[in-house]
């Protein structure tokens, strides 16, 4: 099974930017699509964004549409998330999971997850 470890998260102040990465060991990345979803302090986790095995869809929740781009590369066993025009909404621990079939914008249908990174963002 694939092991998922998210990185490059921290403190940024609103309008900045941060890239997000989530490197997979034990198995190839590219047999995988993959997720990212967040949860912010007192509230439910909630879908991000989405990417195919390929790279060639993605899907983003309204919220962080235009703003944020997931991206993978699969010579390097990594999913990226850039993050742009953050917000103090944004704040949350972000986390990239592989998705197992099914609706895309469920946290249901992913596994497994990684340990998560915290993104805060200050005003």
């Known amino acids: 099974q694939v092991q998922l470890v998210e990185s490059g998260g921290g403190l940024v102040q609103a309008g900045g930017s941060l890239r997000l990465s989530c490197a997979a060991s034990?198995?190839?990345?590219?047999?995988?699509?993959m997720g990212w979803f967040r949860q912010a302090p007192g509230k439910e986790r909630e879908f991000v964004a989405h990417?195919?095995?390929?790279?060639?869809?993605?899907f983003y929740a309204d919220s962080v549409k235009g703003r944020f781009t997931i991206s993978r590369d699969n010579a390097k066993n990594t999913v990226y998330l850039q993050m742009n025009s953050l917000k103090t909404e944004d704040t949350a621990v972000y986390y990239c999971?592989?998705?197992?079939?099914?609706?895309?914008?469920?946290?249901?249908?992913?596994?497994?997850w990684g340990q998560g990174t915290q993104v805060t963002v200050s005003s």
């Open positions: 999971a592989a998705w197992i079939g099914g609706s895309l914008y469920s946290q249901n249908r992913y596994n497994p």
């Open positions: 034990g198995r190839t990345l590219s047999s995988y699509a």
């Open positions: 990417i195919n095995w390929s790279g060639g869809s993605t």
